[in-house]
Every structure is written in C-alpha cells, then in structure tokens.
C-alpha cells in the first residue's frame, strides 16, 4: 500500500461514528438466515448445515468452529481484539490485508446476505462497519478481572492510578436538579407522561429527522434542559480533585449542562455537544454563534432563525421583488433556523471525540463509569475501544449488566464519592457515609441511593 492509501486505511479502521448499530446486524444476520433456509429448502436439505450449527453456538471457543480462517488464527486475532482493544487489533490484522474482513466474520460464524459477499468481493472496507459491530458484542462480554473486587481494591486503584478516564451521563447531575434520561422519573418518562408532544418514542425529542421537519416541538420543550442556574454536584468537584491530583487522563461527559466547566474540569470532552454555541441548520450555510444568542428564544420557547439565511432572503426578495418559494421550504426541512450544538441522533459526534480516543487509549490505566446508563453509541462503545485489561469501577445508582464491570458501587454517586475522599484524605463537598454493606461475597458494594430492586435480581453477573 501506498502512504496516502495507508492513512486512509486507517482513518476508515478508526472512525468510530461509522459503526453499524446492533439493530441493524440482526437484521442483517436474520435477511441471511432467511436466504439460507430457501437454499436449504430448495435443494431439500436437512437444516443441519455447518453454518447454522457454528452460529447457535455462543462460546468463545467454538464460535468459529467453521470459516476460512484456522482456529488458532482467529484464537489469536480474539487475544489481540481483547488485550489491545479494538483499534489496534483492526490495524494489526486487517490493515495489511482488507479482504481479511470478510474470513474473520465467516470464521466467526456470521452469516451474511448473498448480495453483501459479492459487494465485498469487489469492496472489502464495506463490510468493515459489520467486522467493527461483531467486535463491540465480543468485547462487552469482557471477562471482569478477577482480583479486583472491592471498595478497598477501588480505593487502592485511585491511589496508584495515573491516567484516569471518567466516562459520564445524566446521574452526576441528578443532584444538581437536572432529571436523567432513563430513570423512572427522567426526561423521557416526563415526556411520556406529559403526551402532548406526538412522539412515537420520547428520544425522538432529541432525533435530528423529528428537528427539521418540526423544530417547534424541541423549542417549546427546550427551556426546561436549558442549563440556566444550576451549580455542580460534589461528583464534579470529585473529578476536578482526580484533575488537581494529576491523574485526570480525560473526563468524557455525554451530559450537555456544562457544569463540568462551572466546576473547572479542564480536560473534558462534551461527546454530546452543549448550548455554548449554535449552528444553522441550512447546510450551505452553517452560520455559527454563541449559545447566549438564542438563549432568550429558548427561554421564551421560540424557533431562532438564521440572522444570515433571514438577511439573504431579505436581499433575494429586493433582488426579485418576491421571496423565492425554495428557499422558504427545502423539502419541507426546517432550514435556515439555528439549533442549539447539542448531538441528536443521527448526527456525528465532534471530532474531538474521536481524536480523544485514540489518544487516550494506549495510556488509560483505570475507567471511572458514572451516572450513565451506557445505552447510547457511540459512547456505550468507548470501553471497548480502550484495552480490556484497563480495570473499570462502576460508580451508579443502578448497576450495569450489559458490560461487565470489575467493581460496582452502587448508590447516588454524592454520597459514594463522598467515602471515597474520606478514604483517600482529599477534600469533599458531601460528608462520608458509613461504609458500604457488601452484597453476599460478590463486587457489588451497596452506598445510600443504591436501588435494591435491580440489585437482587441482577446481582450473579458480577460473581
Ligand atoms: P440515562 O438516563 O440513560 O442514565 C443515567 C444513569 O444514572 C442511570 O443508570 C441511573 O441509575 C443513574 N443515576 C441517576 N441518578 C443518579 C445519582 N444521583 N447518582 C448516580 N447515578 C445516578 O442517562 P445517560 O446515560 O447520560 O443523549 O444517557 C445517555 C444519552 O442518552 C444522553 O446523553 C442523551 C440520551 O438520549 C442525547 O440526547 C443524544
């Protein structure tokens, strides 16, 4: 490969926005089962066939009983994936050789429709996105690392650590009066509840697609997640000790309140975007300006129009003694309005984003998860783009059991940080609770705010 073909190669293995949901792989996986079992039937077949049988079968040993590739090279591509995570694991088996993509997914036993093979024959990068997704489902079965296990190990981790990743959501500023998204009373059940936006799913509020074709919705909803006065919570304070004490890699917060900011957090990123500046909605225009701009149309739940689409039309109008009707209406697309930078879904993340990962990946020697649910990509996916031997604390009021933490301390994350500090001898703005009551001989540690319900019912996947 040439150098220009290589960086290219590699900017496609690392763009982490490209990946294919999980949605769409079963879709994908059932259209070729659907495929197999005509073929099947067509040429009267018993359903017995290698493929099947290799997909049924769930266990890292034997998922890749059938396929191109020999079992110790798929052992190894699995040992490369889950020591140094996924990034380097694509560059160091698929940059060399592309159409290694298409023998590691059939090695693994996925099957795929007819017509994506033959694509791939002539495209092998096509089928990256699905190499990518496959990864991400072995990856979150991560194995929890066995010696690490207590609040005392969390503690220990704190103290010896160097180059923490915080990774954060909604719950570290439940306490600051702002509701999250998922629990019981958070913003989509307030939505739900309230049915006077016609919604077919509460996170439509917050869909790109729903914006443009009504952004009247979002802005008479809008002023209720306005970051207006809020102050930040002792889990703020928490991280910016983790960042005075040095040992601050990169806090993620996917929340879009900026008390990260207000509590002097330097090294963060909003994945989710934040008010702090707006964009015009018309892609040939994408005039930019600061949040406080279109502050006062959000408090008074009006739509902010476009200083400079409004002042083109004006000109146009003159020109034309008519305003010209398709500049008015783009395919019905609310154009020439300005949305607050916030990331909808169906929008890219900031580059930063990005760029962080792959900085941060090779040096991170412990993950902090706090008050997040980890159910929104890419984010959700940022621990399996990290190497799974990197020892991960779990710090929510629930637990988390789609991906396996090595310590979780459950409970509100004020009160938990609150005993961390006492332990550690750092300052803190929330007094120490008692210790915490262990749940049987398991990770599980239970603080004030734990919510037991989840915890009887789901604790054996920590074991
Ligand atoms: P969620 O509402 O999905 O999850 C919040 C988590 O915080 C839950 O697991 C709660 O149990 C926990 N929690 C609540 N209060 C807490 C407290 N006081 N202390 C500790 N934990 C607490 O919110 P996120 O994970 O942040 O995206 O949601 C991710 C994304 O989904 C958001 O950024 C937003 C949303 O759709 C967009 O709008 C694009």
Redesign the pocket.
């Known amino acids: 490969m040439t150098d220009t073909q290589d960086l290219a190669a590699l900017q496609r293995l690392t763009e982490l926005d490209d990946d294919l949901d999980s949605d769409a792989l079963d879709h994908l996986e059932e259209e070729a089962e659907k495929e197999l079992m005509e073929e099947m039937e067509n040429e009267n077949l018993a359903c017995q066939s290698p493929s099947m049988s290799s997909r049924s079968d769930e266990s890292e040993s034997s998922d890749y009983v059938f396929g191109p590739l020999a079992p110790d090279d798929v052992a190894d591509i699995l040992h490369d994936l889950r020591e140094v995570g996924m990034v380097e694991c694509l560059r160091r088996h698929i940059m060399p050789n592309p159409s290694r993509i298409l023998d590691i997914l059939l090695s693994l036993g996925v099957m795929l429709p007819r017509s994506m093979l033959q694509e791939a024959d002539e495209e092998p990068y096509m089928l990256l996105p699905i190499l990518k997704m496959v990864f991400i489902r072995i990856l979150r079965q991560r194995q929890k690392l066995p010696h690490y296990n207590t609040v005392d190990d969390a503690i220990q981790l704190l103290r010896k650590s160097k180059r923490i990743v915080v990774l954060?959501?909604?719950?570290?500023s439940?306490?600051c009066g702002i509701?999250?998204?998922?629990?019981k009373d958070?913003?989509?059940a307030i939505l739900a509840q309230e049915s006077k936006y016609e919604l077919d799913d509460p996170?439509d509020?917050?869909d790109k697609e729903t914006f443009l074709r009504d952004p009247s919705m979002f802005y008479s909803f809008a002023h209720s997640i306005y970051p207006a006065n809020f102050e930040p919570?002792p889990?703020h304070y928490f991280v910016r000790e983790i960042e005075k004490h040095g040992k601050l890699l990169r806090m993620y917060s996917?929340?879009?309140d900026t008390l990260e900011q207000k509590a002097g957090i330097e090294r963060v990123v909003q994945?989710?975007g934040s008010f702090a500046s707006a964009t015009c909605t018309d892609p040939r225009c994408k005039y930019q300006v600061d949040g406080q701009e279109i502050r006062d149309a959000i408090m008074s739940k009006r739509i902010p129009m476009c200083k400079m689409c409004e002042e083109r039309r004006k000109t146009k109008a003159i020109k034309r003694q008519k305003i010209d009707e398709s500049d008015e209406d783009d395919h019905g697309l609310a154009f020439g309005i300005m949305k607050p930078d916030?990331?909808?879904?169906g929008?890219k993340l900031p580059d930063e984003f990005e760029h962080c990962v792959l900085a941060d990946r090779d040096q991170v020697d412990l993950i902090l998860v706090?008050?997040?649910?980890?159910?929104?990509a890419p984010?959700?996916d940022l621990l399996s783009h990290f190497p799974p031997s990197v020892p991960t604390v779990l710090?929510?009021?629930?637990p988390?059991t789609h991906m396996a933490m090595d310590i979780l301390l459950l409970?509100?994350?004020?009160p938990?940080v609150g005993y961390l500090c006492q332990q550690l001898g750092w300052p803190c703005e929330h007094a120490a609770p008692d210790a915490p009551t262990r749940v049987g001989d398991s990770n599980v540690w239970l603080f004030p705010?734990a919510?037991t319900d989840h915890i009887a019912t789901e604790t054996t996947i920590t074991d």
């Open positions: 954060c959501g909604a719950g570290i439940v306490s509701p999250d998204f998922r629990s958070g913003i989509y996170s509020m917050f919570s889990t996917q929340n879009i994945c989710h916030i990331t909808f879904f929008e706090m008050g997040t649910s980890l159910k929104v984010v959700a710090i929510n009021r629930t988390i409970g509100d994350s004020d938990i705010g919510e």
